[in-house]
């Protein structure tokens, strides 16, 4: 898609809109006035760049009831990784992982802890079907999600091993096919609660285009390891998600030890 990276590039060549992205990365989740009131500028001058970096995918926006948030979208400039960087051995997602774990602890108890956004070459019906079926999730993500994928009931994260064993375990809060689902994530066989509830993560998939925006907002993280391993752990099971849908095939280096990653954060959040 030479004009999508056509437009990350003359996004990126405006001084002012670095500056946002540079805002973003060091505090995700900005509304615009947080935004205008850290870089000094004018909410008309800072929405025009905003409406510039969002049309470059640049960064996404998630609503919290009258605010916009706004979030750094790395996607983008790990496709420039991968183009340009990829051929030299550089570690995959490194630059990734680095913008995510950059960002600083989130001072606002109701904005989403963490937000991921990919785009894909499919449609919404292939996108749900793939999270949701335990077949495909073998796939590419290393473990069988299980449910019937119905509000109320329960889910498991269950190894392929043939132990039968699952390493998150949760309930399905939302499903609303082929735009949306809502599940929790647990450590199963936790003898408490966790603090404020188990981790919640949102699936939001929309067309965007001739192709569908994947949204990912995990939130009720318990501290930054949390929120490390999940920097970790989505980038790559989305980029193995993304490649079996539009091409049939997972990645070479399949994401398994986000699994590892995921247990020791449900783990951290309930001890």
């Given at each position: 898609?030479?004009?999508?990276?056509?437009?990350?590039?003359?996004?990126?060549?405006?001084?002012?809109?670095?500056?946002?992205?540079?805002?973003?990365?060091?505090?995700?989740?900005?509304?615009?006035?947080?935004?205008?009131?850290?870089?000094?500028?004018?909410?008309?001058?800072?929405?025009?760049?905003?409406?510039?970096?969002?049309?470059?995918?640049?960064?996404?926006?998630?609503?919290?009831?009258?605010?916009?948030?706004?979030?750094?979208?790395?996607?983008?400039?790990?496709?420039?990784?991968?183009?340009?960087?990829?051929?030299?051995?550089?570690?995959?997602?490194?630059?990734?992982?680095?913008?995510?774990?950059?960002?600083?602890?989130?001072?606002?108890?109701?904005?989403?802890?963490?937000?991921?956004?990919?785009?894909?070459?499919?449609?919404?019906?292939?996108?749900?079907?793939?999270?949701?079926?335990?077949?495909?999730?073998?796939?590419?993500?290393?473990?069988?999600?299980?449910s019937d994928w119905q509000p109320g009931?329960?889910?498991?994260?269950?190894?392929?091993?043939?132990?039968?064993?699952?390493?998150?375990?949760?309930?399905?809060?939302?499903?609303?096919?082929?735009?949306?689902?809502?599940?929790?994530?647990?450590?199963?066989?936790?003898?408490?609660?966790?603090?404020?509830?188990?981790?919640?993560?949102?699936?939001?998939?929309?067309?965007?285009?001739?192709?569908?925006?994947?949204?990912?907002?995990?939130?009720?993280?318990?501290?930054?390891?949390?929120?490390?391993?999940?920097?970790?752990?989505?980038?790559?099971?989305?980029?193995?998600?993304?490649?079996?849908?539009?091409?049939?095939?997972?990645?070479?280096?399949?994401?398994?030890?986000?699994?590892?990653?995921?247990?020791?954060?449900?783990?951290?959040?309930?001890?």
């Open positions: 898609m030479s004009g999508d990276m056509d437009r990350v590039f003359r996004a990126l060549a405006d001084p002012s809109r670095r500056r946002l992205l540079d805002s973003l990365r060091k505090d995700d989740g900005q509304t615009l006035g947080q935004l205008c009131g850290q870089l000094e500028m004018a909410r008309q001058s800072a929405t025009q760049h905003l409406a510039a970096l969002e049309e470059a995918n640049l960064i996404s926006t998630v609503r919290r009831g009258r605010e916009k948030l706004h979030y750094l979208n790395p996607v983008p400039i790990y496709d420039i990784l991968q183009r340009w960087l990829a051929p030299f051995e550089q570690p995959r997602l490194r630059t990734l992982a680095a913008i995510k774990q950059s960002a600083e602890e989130l001072d606002m108890t109701d904005k989403p802890d963490y937000v991921y956004v990919t785009y894909i070459q499919s449609t919404p019906s292939r996108v749900f079907q793939a999270l949701t079926d335990a077949d495909l999730t073998a796939d590419y993500w290393g473990h069988s999600n299980v009931s329960t889910w498991e994260h269950v190894r392929t091993d043939g132990s039968g064993i699952a390493d998150v375990v949760g309930k399905v809060l939302e499903s609303t096919p082929p735009s949306r689902l809502v599940i929790t994530f647990e450590e199963p066989g936790a003898s408490e609660p966790a603090p404020g509830g188990p981790s919640r993560v949102t699936f939001d998939i929309e067309p965007y285009q001739d192709i569908v925006r994947l949204t990912v907002i995990q939130e009720n993280l318990a501290d930054d390891e949390a929120f490390r391993a999940i920097s970790h752990g989505w980038p790559a099971v989305m980029a193995n998600l993304k490649s079996l849908l539009e091409t049939g095939h997972v990645l070479s280096q399949p994401p398994w030890e986000m699994h590892a990653d995921l247990r020791a954060a449900q783990m951290a959040k309930q001890g």
